[in-house]
């Protein structure tokens, strides 16, 4: 009948369409973004971090790096929390992605200094060496144009001061980026939450090893820590290490947890036998080193 | 006007600029390829990765693609139907505005007007272009049709009509925003709402704009080149049905493991599964009209190209499902995996389909015998060898680093940090490029053949009339 009937048949396959469209896509706007799945705490951006957000958009970093983390075992120890629905009801548009090339930056927030992504964005190889990221240290050359961001404000219906537009003068786009990474994933306050706590006695599994041992273990430090505490613990970013006199167990705790609120990573997702690895290496390797 | 002739004219300018789309996306494929493995030939701002990949995506879906869809269609729908076109100037003007709708989405994209939207990453005045671009082009299908001299409506007409509807309703429900600025709009959805419109359509785009088109275009070409029809009309009428309502169903399998709803995403994965059905329902239509017709395999060029297509139809919708599985999901998404498993559908099979269609076309558009079969045979390799090198070397990569993300030490820890696995994959991004030069120059090829064949194809015998419009 509808092989004869066009009008009919157009009827009917917006009807097959319309099926699994309204209850798949127009039905969880019920629950979705509701007191259902609100978050206390949850804070819209701010212009700067807006702006940010609004950069990252047009720079295309959603190609490659994802925001949200799912609940599986190996992207929690990776990046943190996993992502919970209410964290997202003023991203517009949503950016989680599709494709890690990159590494998730839904927890990004407060991992590393400010100082770190200026460096990082400026170029991404100087802080991790083999990474295929283009430089954007070009963003600092562009000043932000506070109208066009108080417009934009209006049009999210974001709260903001005049105060905070004013602000923005004389900032520039790397400034707006940095601040928006550094708000990625913090309104909920995960990290404190999840922060490990050490039970037990510490007891270094490698106490007394010799220089050649270490020697191998340089390659931990200049992975995970040359970046902020140079090549040769000199200290970029970080602090000086050579002779660091934190007792082991403070030493492996700092590595192991972090420092919230200094900017230190955790490094738990090293594990512990790597940890302590560090902890040895970084306490005596050049000390003995002196030695020689 | 009863006596008017069938509409050839547009035909050619659509097969002429969605090759010249075609050709752009590639080779910006390419050149992103390179940028993967070769962070310094980015030339910030406009020349990076981020900004030349949606180049890529949309010059390929949009251009290439939706191209190959206007041409063929605006033939078949006039052979179909028995009557020419219903306005050759409303034609007209489809043909400018794809061009003009085409052009604006590389140069705002390049500008770095994106909504971030994957496949949809057009800003609002492009949306508006492409509605429009759209309307234009389905007024002219429907009413071809309702004029139509033909009381029977076949297959091809059917896949027409649902693309036509579906892209439309899918299109302009995700394109809904706020504008701040002339190039600046704001989802009008937040969050996890926006990410499961986005993907209800983007995944359905796959299903509205890449599988009912090349479907369409399957039926009619597949018994055209054979010279017998289509095995069982029955089984396209069951897969259709069942195709065109279960496909809405499934966009949230995109977003497995996210916070969008549970049950979203167990009906997405459910309905995935089923899908292997309708989409093997057309397989095997295609497999068993080619009874007693196998020869043609090695005997006629365009029937490698059909069947191989249909094949890599088959493997995707297999593939497809699996990746839908929460388990499988959990593993491989977000990896190179993914990436290998959309070239395997766009590079296999939508473009293996649409180079059959276009080489059937042009003798009976320009009135000449195509140029060069073994040129045409050996785009064929070129492109086949191509795409595999592309997918197998990606999917490998995708199982290999997803492996390194969930190892883990005994004592509970991740044993390779993010940039340990991301190292490994240099390797396969090299041989990815490879594939893609391989495959580009088949595409060159091919333009070449299409070149020659208008320029110094011999006058067919048979098709002379009908190219002179008198058919």
Not at chain 2, 121 to 147: H, Q, R, S, Y
């Amino acid at each position: 009948m509808w092989e004869k009937k066009p009008v009919l048949l157009i009827i009917m396959a917006t009807g097959a369409i319309l099926v699994g469209t309204i209850i798949t896509m127009v039905l969880p706007f019920v629950w979705v973004n509701t007191d259902a799945d609100r978050i206390e705490g949850v804070k819209p951006y701010t212009a700067l971090q807006q702006e940010g957000r609004d950069i990252y958009i047009r720079e295309g970093c959603n190609n490659c790096h994802t925001q949200t983390v799912r609940p599986l075992v190996s992207d929690v120890l990776r990046y943190g929390e996993y992502s919970k629905s209410g964290e997202f009801v003023y991203d517009r548009p949503f950016l989680w992605g599709s494709k890690r090339t990159g590494p998730d930056l839904a927890r990004l927030g407060g991992k590393y200094p400010d100082t770190w992504h200026y460096k990082h964005m400026e170029s991404p190889r100087a802080m991790v060496p083999k990474s295929n990221m283009p430089d954007y240290g070009w963003l600092s050359a562009n000043p932000l144009d506070p109208q066009m961001i108080q417009r934009k404000m209006e049009t999210l219906g974001f709260p903001f001061t005049a105060e905070e537009i004013k602000a923005l003068e004389g900032k520039n786009e790397m400034d707006a980026m940095v601040a928006y990474m550094q708000k990625l994933g913090t309104d909920i306050p995960w990290r404190q939450s999840n922060a490990t706590e050490i039970v037990g006695d510490l007891t270094n599994p490698y106490a007394g090893v010799d220089h050649d041992s270490m020697e191998a273990w340089e390659s931990i430090y200049t992975e995970n820590c040359a970046a902020c505490h140079g090549e040769h613990m000199e200290g970029v970013i970080g602090p000086e290490l050579v002779g660091a006199d934190y007792e082991e167990e403070v030493l492996f705790e700092i590595i192991y947890t972090g420092i919230a609120d200094g900017g230190m990573p955790s490094f738990s997702s090293l594990g512990t036998d790597k940890v302590w690895k560090l902890v040895n290496f970084i306490k005596y390797y050049h000390l003995e080193e002196g030695h020689h | 006007m009863e006596n008017r002739a069938y509409n050839y004219a547009i035909v050619r300018s659509f097969v002429t600029w969605s090759v010249i789309w075609g050709l752009v996306a590639v080779l910006v494929g390419v050149i992103v390829s390179f940028q993967m493995v070769e962070p310094d030939l980015n030339f910030p701002p406009y020349l990076t990765f981020g900004r030349l990949r949606p180049i890529h995506t949309n010059a390929g879906i949009y251009g290439w693609g939706v191209g190959v869809i206007f041409a063929t269609f605006l033939y078949i729908v006039q052979r179909l139907c028995k009557t020419p076109l219903w306005s050759d100037k409303l034609a007209k003007f489809q043909l400018w505005f794809f061009n003009a709708t085409i052009i604006a989405s590389a140069v705002t994209l390049l500008l770095g007007y994106t909504t971030s939207k994957e496949y949809h990453e057009m800003e609002w005045p492009i949306d508006v272009m492409i509605i429009i671009l759209w309307v234009a082009f389905a007024i002219n299908i429907v009413m071809t049709i309702l004029k139509r001299k033909e009381e029977q409506m076949y297959i091809s007409l059917w896949y027409m009509l649902a693309a036509i509807i579906g892209v439309a309703i899918l299109f302009t429900v995700n394109a809904a925003a706020v504008p701040a600025s002339l190039f600046k709009s704001y989802s009008a959805y937040a969050g996890t709402n926006d990410a499961n419109v986005h993907w209800w359509f983007g995944h359905n785009a796959v299903a509205m704009a890449l599988t009912a088109p090349p479907l369409a275009m399957f039926y009619y070409f597949l018994p055209k080149s054979t010279g017998v029809p289509i095995y069982s009309h029955r089984l396209s009428i069951i897969a259709f049905w069942s195709l065109i309502f279960m496909y809405l169903w499934t966009g949230a399998h995109h977003l497995l493991w996210t916070p969008v709803p549970d049950w979203i995403q167990t009906l997405a994965m459910g309905f995935s599964v089923m899908l292997i059905a309708p989409s093997w329902g057309s397989v095997f239509n295609g497999y068993l009209s080619m009874n007693g017709q196998w020869h043609q395999m090695r005997d006629n060029y365009l029937i490698k190209y059909l069947i191989l297509g249909i094949t890599f139809y088959g493997l995707q919708t297999l593939q497809g499902p699996m990746q839908a599985i929460r388990t499988f999901s959990a593993f491989i998404h977000y990896t190179d995996w993914v990436p290998a498993h959309i070239h395997m559908g766009t590079m296999g099979w939508v473009s293996m389909i649409s180079f059959a269609s276009i080489y059937f076309l042009l003798p009976r558009i320009y009135g000449k015998e195509v140029y060069s079969i073994p040129l045409a045979n050996l785009q064929f390799w070129l492109i086949l060898v191509g795409q595999l090198i592309w997918s197998i070397s990606l999917w490998i990569a995708g199982v290999l680093q997803a492996g390194m993300w969930n190892a883990m030490n005994p004592d509970g820890s991740l044993t390779f940090t993010f940039m340990e696995t991301m190292v490994e994959m240099y390797p396969y991004w090299w041989a990815r490029c490879l594939g893609g030069l391989v495959y580009m120059a088949g595409l060159i090829i091919f333009i070449y053949n299409l070149y020659m064949t208008a320029k110094k194809g011999k006058p067919t015998v048979n098709n002379a009339a009908a190219a002179a419009g008198r058919a």
